[in-house]
């Protein structure tokens, strides 16, 4: 573990050197460490939310404090958990499941990650400020706009600089993936991780900049007094939910196709198969995004869109049950004559395929627009997206997590507790939200702060409750694997007998990744070797010196500076003197890419005699 | 794992057992048990889908438990290596084609459904009620028969009511589950739907659409009566004359309270529209206090004492006179009393 082999240096010099580090596995471990906090801050919301709703008319919170939240909770999920989870696991594999020694462009990785982080630290600041944003997650105009206090400033400016952090992070992996890959590794070659991981940032690069522009339009609304979405002025409300959804729909796919990649690389490793239908499997990934683009209206079927609209829509998000299908029976096909080893990461896997089959089942149920006038917005959909984004993405994350946890940190994480973790998750996850479906149907709407004593929506409630409490305490058991872990025994190089390039490396991988860029001659490259019995990478090029990246302060100064000016934005509606502290914190940020751009920066150089120095 | 396993299967059957004891939700509240012609059509779109989806979850699951069952690492053959198998063109031709079928099964029904629900052609031929969404309550204005009421919408069975729905300020959705679909009620357009109720009852609604700290409380009524007591209940409304409603001497001095401390302002009794409150024309008809509450005395007197207690954020709360008890029980003597109608939710089987 990289931590404990840095601890000899003093908790100054290490804290130093992740303020300042470029290289991915240290970022992945800050995204890790980051998003982990703040899926545990999402989790304590989810249970006082279950809490409040364990009986009927309960006043355990507030009414006003219950829609802080449900907001909270679901912005903090998405944004500030699933995704930078996502993106440890793209950064620990992508760039080593290619044979590449970096990202494409290390500085911007770190950037990426200090914006997610300061602008999560900017919406969370607003539960200790005045007030939590209380219009819901997806902050539907008017109520957004005219929500009084600050939280919903909070939301808006906390989500643009976390979203500009994301954007920069799916861009850098984009250009990695088109540019970095090792000799060899075709794209028809790359695994499904890595390609999961591609589509998902062009997914990114595409849907992000629809969520920049509707939450400027809101800012301004909020801030400057436009009206962009004030009818009496001439506004429309219904263009931010066009805004919204335009960036929101490509999200879940952005939240689960790395997913369905880590599915991918787990099932052929612990089934010791090659992938089923590899070309297919490429493929549906690419259709599965690409029509994620064109569904976006079918979270507005009752806005009024009429029958024209609303048909397409619906025609288009079952088409996309076509794909996905394809991907379950490619999975199912893979382990299919396998040799199958169940451990920890493949119970996620495993426990993966029932789970999300029945949320993309419910999924093509929604998706019926007639139907889906009595699902929408009530716990039926609570259930289906939880069945989708907790059964396919945590799920997802988990998997990926034990997968590579030897990768990350040199260790392996415990069986036993593993386990444990897996079953009271998987029974928690079942317990709390199929019941929901039945309480939708049954006249519960969603983000329903109390439910009434009669309606009979009382055992519903509170089986969902108590199987909360399950998912909590698999929780609690993982974050007590990761400490026992971290005393644990050393991991070897190749734990799972994988197929990939990245247990081609050492456990932890050296800071320059591979000592000599790899050769690529096929599909499941390391697996190729093996079975020629090599058992080891060919290399592609002689022992020669490595060009690394300096590691850069500035990115942390660059973020804190839009965090600080955030603050600016946010009160110079109440004291217009604000307004310094808005520009101050901007000029600061503006002048540390003035040193960016003018300081030459060129890195410095690994020299082949300090490479053969190195055991081998 | 077995212990587990053993669980999962008791915790599972404990939920199924639940779930048979809760039946399908409480009646004219599901959309399981629908009264309506929209709550119809969903439901068979509803099963349907389940059924089709079923299927395909039916056979994951087999070749999941097969591939469980028969090809988990084995004692003695730990080392073995499968094939490596590439795909298999006829197989995923196959699990190509069979979803598409299944879609189009699903599809066709949900068109036709769709485009039905959408149908405006009768409206002008048909009862059309101009409905309001405010936070946090529901205002009803019936097109062409100068009638006015809030949270209560009386409607005749076996006809076609067209909701011309409009919110005056934030997103609200218009939902009754047992009649029909949601549709919402958006501040700058106004959207188009139709009820049909098969059988007289009170069905419950909620607002489905966030809109804000009380979201939860947006309840109304549906009160669906046969088309005789209808008209009863419409030519009643129509002759209101609020002056003439208090009969008790308390009530009386209620009536004068409500005018002094401009109650007026908001609310209305009678067919004037409103803008700010609920119209109280049939106050003491209503099913409900402010939608959740049983419609008794105290709960009148205590909605009127502390508004915000029962429904956080509505904008009733200070804005009006402290009033004190005495004065509140007067008011709500005033308001029990407006019984424009011997059509009530009673005579609809409540």
């Known amino acids: 573990m990289s931590i404990a082999a840095t601890q000899k240096r003093g908790f100054g010099a290490v804290l130093w050197d992740y303020l300042t580090t470029v290289d991915h596995k240290k970022i992945a471990q800050l995204y890790l460490i980051a998003g982990g906090i703040f899926f545990l801050f999402g989790g304590i919301e989810a249970m006082l939310i279950r809490i409040q709703l364990i009986k009927p008319d309960n006043d355990f919170v507030s009414a006003g404090t219950y829609n802080e939240l449900i907001t909270m909770h679901g912005t903090t999920m998405i944004f500030l958990a699933a995704m930078p989870l996502i993106f440890a696991l793209m950064n620990v594999a992508v760039p080593l499941q290619i044979g590449a020694r970096d990202v494409a462009f290390p500085f911007l990785n770190s950037l990426g990650f200090w914006l997610f982080l300061f602008g999560g630290l900017i919406l969370n600041c607003s539960w200790f400020l005045g007030g939590a944003p209380d219009s819901g997650w997806t902050g539907y105009a008017p109520l957004s706009t005219t929500s009084p206090g600050h939280g919903v400033d909070y939301y808006v400016i906390g989500l643009q600089i976390a979203g500009a952090g994301t954007l920069i992070g799916g861009i850098n992996f984009l250009v990695t993936v088109v540019n970095m890959r090792a000799p060899g590794m075709t794209y028809m070659r790359m695994p499904l991780f890595t390609w999961a991981a591609f589509i998902a940032s062009v997914l990114i690069l595409f849907a992000f900049p629809a969520l920049t522009v509707g939450l400027f339009l809101l800012m301004f609304d909020r801030m400057f007094d436009t009206a962009f979405f004030d009818v009496s002025l001439g506004g429309n409300t219904i263009v931010w939910q066009h805004l919204f959804w335009v960036f929101g729909h490509p999200e879940v796919y952005i939240l689960i196709l790395p997913l369905f990649g880590v599915f991918s690389d787990v099932f052929s490793t612990f089934a010791k198969k090659r992938l089923f239908g590899y070309t297919a499997m490429v493929f549906a990934t690419i259709l599965i995004a690409f029509l994620g683009f064109m569904v976006w209206a079918h979270h507005m079927f009752t806005v009024g869109l009429g029958p024209v609209a609303n048909t397409i829509f619906s025609l288009a998000t079952m088409a996309i049950a076509v794909p996905t299908g394809i991907k379950i029976f490619g999975w199912l096909a893979t382990l299919w004559g396998g040799n199958i080893t169940i451990n920890s990461a493949m119970l996620w896997a495993l426990g993966f395929i029932p789970s999300f089959t029945i949320g993309g089942m419910t999924g093509v149920m929604v998706a019926t627009v007639a139907a889906d006038y009595q699902y929408h917005d009530t716990y039926f959909v609570v259930a289906h997206f939880h069945y989708v984004i907790v059964g396919g993405t945590i799920f997802g994350i988990f998997a990926g997590l034990h997968y590579w946890w030897p990768k990350m940190f040199g260790r392996i994480l415990h069986e036993g507790l593993g386990k444990l973790t897996f079953w009271t998750f998987f029974i928690g996850f079942h317990l709390t939200f199929f019941i929901q479906h039945f309480l939708g149907l049954m006249g519960m709407p969603r983000r329903y702060w109390v439910f009434h004593a009669g309606d009979h929506l009382e055992t519903g409630n509170l089986i969902s409750t108590i199987g909360a409490l399950f998912m909590a305490f698999a929780v609690i058991v993982f974050v007590i694997n990761v400490i026992v872990t971290a005393r644990g025994p050393k991991a070897p190089d190749d734990p799972w007998d994988g197929r990939t390039l990245e247990w081609a490396t050492a456990s932890p991988p050296a800071h320059y990744n591979f000592k000599q860029t790899p050769l690529v001659r096929g599909l499941d490259p390391l697996w190729i070797e093996k079975m020629d019995g090599n058992g080891k990478i060919t290399p592609a090029e002689p022992l020669g010196d490595i060009h690394m990246p300096n590691g850069s302060f500035l990115p942390f100064l660059f973020s804190l500076g839009l965090f600080i000016s955030g603050f600016g934005f946010i009160y110079q509606t109440d004291n217009k003197a604000w307004l310094i502290v808005m520009i101050g914190g901007l000029a600061f940020s503006a002048a540390m890419m003035f040193v960016r751009s003018m300081k030459d920066d060129l890195g410095y150089h690994i020299t082949k005699e300090e490479l053969e120095r190195e055991a081998d | ?350």
């Open chain 2, 1 to 350: 794992m077995k212990g587990w396993m053993g669980k999962f299967r008791a915790l599972s059957l404990l939920g199924l057992l639940a779930l048979v004891l809760a039946g399908c939700g409480r009646e004219n509240l599901t959309a399981l048990k629908p009264k309506g012609y929209g709550a119809e059509t969903s439901l068979h779109l509803i099963i349907l889908t389940t059924v089709v989806m079923s299927l395909v979850l039916l056979v994951v699951a087999i070749v999941y438990i097969t591939v469980l069952i028969r090809f988990r690492k084995k004692k003695g053959k730990e080392d073995f290596i499968p094939k490596q198998v590439e795909g298999n063109r006829t197989l995923e031709t196959v699990w190509t084609i069979i979803p598409i079928i299944l879609l189009i099964i699903i599809a066709v029904p949900t068109t036709i459904a769709t485009f039905d629900l959408a149908s405006t052609k009768g409206e002008k031929d048909h009862l059309n009620v101009e409905v309001t969404g405010n936070q946090y309550w529901w205002h009803f204005n019936y097109k062409g028969e100068d009638i006015q009421t809030s949270q209560d919408l009386y409607v005749p069975t076996g006809e076609k009511v067209y909701l011309n729905m409009k919110s005056s300020d934030v997103i609200h959705s218009f939902w009754v589950p047992s009649i029909a679909g949601k549709m919402d009620v958006n501040p700058e357009n106004e959207n188009t739907m139709y009820i049909e109720v098969n059988e007289e009852g009170v069905y419950w609604g909620k607002c489905a659409e966030f809109c804000g700290p009380a979201h939860s409380l947006m309840d109304f009524k549906i009160i669906a009566v046969s088309p005789d007591k209808f008209d009863q209940w419409v030519s009643d409304m129509k002759d209101v004359d609020p002056d003439a409603v208090a009969g008790s001497k308390t009530a009386k001095e209620g009536e004068k309270l409500f005018q002094d401390n401009n109650c007026m302002g908001c609310h209305a009794v009678g067919s004037s529209p409103v803008q700010v409150g609920p119209n109280l024309t049939d106050f003491g008809n209503r099913t409900k206090v402010a939608g959740v509450l049983d419609n008794t005395k105290e709960n009148v007197v205590d909605w009127i004492m502390d508004p915000d207690s029962i429904k956080p954020g509505n904008k009733m709360s200070g804005n009006y006179p402290e009033l004190s008890k005495d004065e509140a029980s007067k008011i709500a003597d005033y308001l029990m009393e407006l019984k424009p109608s011997k059509v009530t939710p009673e005579s609809a089987g409540e």
